[in-house]
């Protein structure tokens, strides 16, 4: 299905999400059509944040906002759309289009498969009625279920179209692009020229791909590494949980800028327990890269005075491989709790490959590395 037409049939005029590279057609439209338009469109930190923010939507205007997201999301959405759309509170109306990875009979990488599994079913608890967009839906099927969608909006309840790969398609072209020459895969590399044998804890989506291909190119093992496929976002609280508990270790986080925003709160808590042996790289290319490379809001933030507001000790921002090397030297002989911003450019390789060994195994060998009780 054309997505303008998908659009046209929701009827809605504003739209606030994460991106999702299941509906990569839609965020490409929206970012053909309205750009980064606080009146339509806003791509917000994380989507309980989306669903608060088309509650704000809805008592200054009185229409249905639109939230989109990865099924992944559906975990951060459960609090506002229980606790404040549902109609036994403020009934807020509410139409949540939530792109399906991991759906049964599907194949997709292991984050995603049992979230696939109860994606419908969590829908089902907090009585969001869905419907499941396909390449096979019609355009009368969806007007026809967006009709009964509008009686059950009116009545102040949530609906949601749950979004099958390949669902819907548009025929735009939207580039993606920023000022930076530096490639993430080759500030990673450069990292782990300095981090020696020290534990690395890196983030969900191509940072830990490009980590672990690394790894591969110098012939190393990947048990110095803990790769976060998934739980976007939690990447620096795991660290921190294991600076804690190890501190004659030093622990590396290989962040990202929108891992960072979704759960930003974590900088707090870092800051305050201000654990000596941490590094926190943050790799900054303004942008959720992973699924397409739609526009975070990192390239309007002072990410360095957020860490030193939060208890960093040290933090800086480099844009260029001399100054990383001086600051991951810097850090790697500081006793104290650090950031590293490193401005990056949009872009990954096409033939950019997955782990081949499973998240228990890497788990296994990563705490056995680490001197857990595996």
Same mark, same amino acid.
């Given at each position: ?5 998908? +659009? ?41 944040? @989306? ?14 906002? +639109? ?17 404040? =759309?549902?109609?036994?509170?403020? %009934? ?50 969806? *007007?026809?279920?967006? *009709?009964?969608? #509008? ?5 102040? /309840? ?25 490639? #993430?895969?080759?500030? !990673? #590399?450069? +990292?782990? &020229? ?6 690395? +804890? ?7 791909? &490009? =980590? ?11 048990? /110095? ?14 660290? =921190? ?17 929108? %891992? ?15 654990? /000596?042996?941490?590094?926190? !790289? ?15 809001? %990192?390239?309007? !933030? ?7 507001? @939060? ?15 001086? &600051? ?19 872009? *990954? ?10 998240? #228990? ?11 857990? @009780?595996?």
């Amino acid at each position: 299905m054309k997505v303008e037409k998908f +659009v046209e049939t929701i009827g809605a005029d504003f739209y606030t999400g994460v991106p999702d590279s299941q509906l990569r057609a839609l965020c490409d439209y929206l970012m053909h059509t309205y750009g980064i338009d606080p009146r339509h469109h806003i791509i917000a930190a994380n989507e309980g944040n @989306c669903t608060a923010l088309a509650a704000g939507y809805h008592l200054a205007t009185g229409k249905v906002p +639109v939230v989109y997201m990865q099924n992944s999301g559906e975990g951060n959405i459960i609090n506002p759309a229980a606790s404040l =759309l549902n109609d036994k509170v403020y %009934a807020i109306p509410c139409v949540f289009i939530i792109g399906w990875r991991g759906e049964p009979g599907v194949h997709d990488e292991p984050q995603h498969i049992y979230q696939g599994e109860v994606t419908l079913r969590l829908l089902e608890d907090m009585d969001i009625a869905h419907f499941v967009i396909s390449k096979e839906t019609t355009e009368n099927e969806l *007007a026809a279920k967006m *009709a009964e969608f #509008r009686e059950i909006l009116t009545a102040g /309840k949530q609906t949601a179209f749950v979004v099958r790969k390949s669902a819907l398609e548009f025929d735009g072209k939207v580039k993606y692009e920023n000022s930076s020459s530096m490639t #993430r895969e080759d500030i !990673i #590399r450069h +990292v782990v &020229e300095f981090t020696g044998d020290d534990p690395i +804890v890196s983030t969900t989506g191509k940072a830990s791909r &490009e =980590l672990f291909e690394i790894r591969e190119a110098r012939s190393e093992g990947h048990e /110095k590494d803990f790769l976060t496929v998934g739980s976007m976002g939690h990447a620096s609280s795991i660290a =921190l949980g294991i600076a804690i508990q190890k501190p004659d270790r030093k622990i590396w986080i290989i962040d990202g800028d929108g %891992a960072v925003l979704m759960h930003m709160g974590a900088m707090a808590v870092i800051g305050a327990n201000a654990p /000596k042996n941490l590094v926190h !790289i943050v790799i900054n290319n303004g942008a959720h890269e992973t699924v397409g490379g739609m526009p975070t809001v %990192a390239g309007k !933030i002072d990410l360095v005075t957020i860490a030193k507001g @939060c208890g960093y000790a040290s933090a800086v921002s480099v844009n260029s491989f001399e100054k990383l090397g001086a &600051e991951l030297e810097a850090a790697r002989l500081r006793n104290e709790l650090s950031l590293i911003e490193v401005k990056c450019s949009i872009g *990954a390789r096409e033939d950019l490959g997955r782990p081949t060994t499973t998240a #228990r195994e890497n788990k296994k060998n990563f705490m056995k590395f680490i001197g857990s @009780c595996a």
